[in-house]
């Protein structure tokens, strides 16, 4: 999920979190964050940290790219090191070419979709991602509070990951956190029209990278989009739950999504592994 997206600012959606009610609650539920950068600092010092483990064992020749990277349906790696054989959809095939077989969600790499999320090999890819997060993610926990913050990140990155499985080759590669990041931008899109935010920018920043999306090469647009589409929706659900019994429509909502999003991911697998 490779992407080039760089941060703005919805002044209104600050102005809107920096609110507080007496009980110290969000205006969507959330407990207020003394610290609205910290979470957006953790993940990316994991994400860093993934990157240079990734780095120092190699690379786009690591292991742990394949270990880590989404890979629908597996991926048949050519025993030379040159690429890997199109052709060889299954094991068996692949250890006739000859080859070796890189597993995927369908042959039981079950982790792929959360682990995708925070691998990256090219300096830039997670250069753009980590500025990306780091203007769009203290906004949004200032507005709905570092739990609602993570679910927000977490189902928008798999989101996008049940994208790639539906929509992707089988047998391509994806990883990056632009699905989870993209997903904040669909949510700041929800939350500036709840509350009637100055829209000029954020629509700028989100078109820009959706021109980029489709116009420049490598960039994996199906998880950009299902990241774009699952934060929009994960927002819609935490943005307009109604004021009474909020905290339970919330959760079940975003229950609901959840479920959602893995239920396509398995049904898939499962369907790639038939």
């Not at 025993?79 to 959809?89: E, H, L, Q, W």
Request: proline share 4%.
């Amino acid at each position: 999920m490779r992407q080039a997206a760089v941060g703005f600012q919805c002044p209104s959606c600050v102005k809107d979190g920096a609110r507080s009610t007496r009980t110290g609650k969000l205006p969507y539920g959330g407990n207020r964050v003394t610290n609205p950068q910290a979470t957006s600092i953790g993940l990316i010092v994991v994400n860093a940290l993934v990157w240079l483990a990734i780095l120092v064992n190699g690379g786009n020749s690591s292991k742990l790219v394949d270990w880590l990277s989404l890979t629908p349906g597996g991926q048949c790696g050519a025993t030379n090191g040159s690429g890997y054989y199109p052709g060889a959809i299954t094991e068996a095939i692949c250890r006739q070419v000859p080859g070796h077989w890189m597993s995927g969600v369908a042959d039981g790499a079950l982790w792929q979709p959360v682990t995708s999320m925070f691998a990256h090999v090219e300096i830039w890819h997670i250069g753009f991602n980590m500025l990306a997060l780091w203007f769009l993610g203290p906004q949004l926990e200032l507005l709905l509070g570092r739990a609602r913050f993570l679910v927000l990140y977490f189902v928008s990155g798999l989101a996008g990951s049940a994208a790639v499985m539906l929509f992707a080759n089988p047998q391509s590669q994806t990883l990056g956190a632009s699905g989870a990041i993209f997903g904040l931008m669909g949510a700041l899109v929800v939350v500036g029209l709840k509350i009637g935010a100055q829209m000029q920018q954020i629509w700028f920043w989100v078109g820009l990278n959706l021109i980029f999306t489709f116009t420049a090469g490598g960039i994996s647009w199906q998880g950009h989009i299902g990241g774009l589409l699952g934060g929009a929706a994960v927002a819609g659900v935490l943005a307009y739950a109604p004021r009474r019994q909020r905290t339970v429509t919330q959760a079940v909502g975003v229950s609901v999504l959840s479920v959602a999003v893995v239920a396509v991911i398995a049904v898939r697998a499962l369907a790639l592994g038939g």
